[in-house]
């Protein structure tokens, strides 16, 4: 700590290479500021046996340039449960913090901002599961990811917006039942009932930044573009859903672009997956209305130095809750082809 910041010849040297990725969508005169925390941030990295897990959602700077792995919630869970490092910085939201540790248990867990929490994790409590359970006895409870760990150690298997409707399809046909309890996020139920026949009993939890997307919204764009590809996510109320070409997890999104080249295309999504998507296809023609998730943003290069230099705020779950929550994961972990 201590360490003067500036923005040196010799850190101008060390980012430029970086600096060449992200100019498309990073400016010239924004990079000064951005370079020595980058360098120095992956010196740290070296120094620590650290990995930085970037969710898609990270600006630019933080997915492109100091992240050692990116990508949705499934596969930053893979990865946790993979990585060598003794230190996981997760470049992400609380809960994925928390997954990571019910994964790697001896693993130090990092999250740069203990506030970047979500609104779905936020919408239910382990006790309002057990609940559940008792109102509709021997059925079994889907968890989405975005819950906290204490949830999860209620749940029979978790899923993430990109193996939802393989993970629902498997478990109702283990359980013999053609229902499943599937929590907390009300339009992601909806969305997975309405592509696999499955019935869902869910919760009223909403992601708050994709429940604020509209039909006339997409339909609007459609309109302003004619040609437009849409893409959006399944935390999108289904009628919003309905208007897109494709939905699925931001993975799965990406997955999209790549593979088919839209000329012009619009996320429906949070804000700063188009900026990084944009990076990797310049010739892509990104539409970028969006909304901002105030918990991923939190994440900052500032607040990530920080955590390398003090080592904190180190995520902990407890070890009685860990164990049924970790049972949750790795079975949706063992889900093929997902
Ligand atoms: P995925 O990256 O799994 O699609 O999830 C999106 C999300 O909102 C995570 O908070
Ligand atoms: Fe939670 Fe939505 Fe933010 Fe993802 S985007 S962390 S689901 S509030």
Redesign the pocket.
Known sequence: MGVELAYTDAVARDTSALYRKVAKVIPEIEWPVHAPLIAEINRLKREKNAVILG???MTPEIFHCVSDFTG???ALAREAARTQAAVIVQA??HFMAETSKILSPEKTVLIPNVHAG?SLAASITGADVRLLRQRHPGLPVVTY??TSAEVKAESDVCC???NAVKVVEDIAREFGTDTVIMIPDQYLARNVAAQTGVKVITWEGA?E??ERFTADEIRAYRAAHPGVTVLA?P?CPPDVVAEADFAG???AMIGYVGKHRPGRVVMIT?CSMSDNVAVEYPDVDFVRPCNL?PH?KRITLGGILKSLQTMTTEVLVDEAVRLPAKRAIDRMLAVKNT
Do not use: P
């Open positions: 969710h898609n959602y949705d919630s499934l992400g939201v979500c990811v975005n993430t917006s990109g992601c930044v994709h996510h935390e997890s931001t993975a949070e998730c991923m």
